[in-house]
């Protein structure tokens, strides 16, 4: 079974500073997509980011980009110019392709607080 | 395209009713997937479906839950004789084949057992 682990259950950062979350997974899996997630107070997952596990090249989306460590089984997020809209919850999330995907499954989250 | 929506959005029942909830996934989505949040938690997988067939079922769902998809659009989840444990967000996400897919999430449906 594949695990996803969020060491961080916190964090929290000055605006316009960066930040870096956490995400190990374990999996024996060889194919698979990882995720970010945003989940602001009381509204809905929106997805950040994702990776292909086959890519070697690091995802990136505007102020967001990803340390993927395939061997390290590591997938940590990198936010840049932090802005107080990015103040939320943060799932990093995994899907094997075997079987036509797996069901996503996901960290615990860590709450990222912004701070003027 | 409105996106995944679920309904109700909150509910409070008393324990031992029965609760049942919507979701209307984005149209042409193959795939309908049920998880349930609590807070401070992560998602936790239920169950899904490709079109009207349930594909997998979590041993979080118990067989006080059932969930179906009978035309392969909406979907509904329903929980018989609610316990205060099942208190919690239900949230429903749906996505197109083929595999690797981003899912899309609805908004949740909150469930309160008092």
């Known amino acids: 079974a594949q695990t996803v682990t969020q060491s961080q259950p916190e964090m929290s950062v000055q605006e316009a500073e960066t930040v870096t979350l956490s995400c190990t997974y374990d999996?024996?899996?060889?194919?698979?997509?990882l995720f970010w997630y945003k989940q602001p107070p009381s509204r809905q997952m929106i997805l950040v980011i994702r990776q292909e596990a086959y890519k070697q090249q690091n995802a990136t989306e505007n102020r967001f980009s990803v340390n993927f460590q395939k061997a390290a089984k590591s997938f940590s997020l990198k936010i840049s110019d932090s802005q107080l809209g990015d103040t939320a919850m943060y799932f990093c999330a995994f899907t094997a392709l075997s079987s036509g995907n797996t069901p996503l499954v996901f960290g615990k989250g860590t709450r990222l607080s912004v701070i003027a | 395209d409105t996106g995944v929506s679920q309904n109700p959005r909150h509910k409070i029942t008393k324990r031992g009713q029965n609760v049942t909830f919507r979701c209307d996934p984005i149209s042409e989505h193959n795939r309908l997937y049920w998880y349930r949040q609590t807070l401070g938690q992560g998602p936790e997988f239920l169950t899904y479906?490709?079109?009207?067939?349930?594909?997998?079922k979590s041993r979080l769902l118990s067989d006080r839950f059932s969930a179906e998809r009978p035309k392969g659009s909406f979907s509904t989840l329903e929980i018989q004789r609610t316990e205060q444990g099942d208190s919690a967000m239900y949230l429903c996400?749906?996505?197109?084949?083929?595999?690797?897919?981003?899912?899309?999430f609805g908004e949740g449906s909150w469930l309160t057992v008092v």
């Open positions: 479906f490709q079109n009207e067939a349930q594909l997998e």
């Open positions: 999996t024996s899996e060889n194919n698979y997509y």
């Open positions: 996400a749906s996505s197109p084949q083929p595999s690797g897919n981003t899912i899309y």
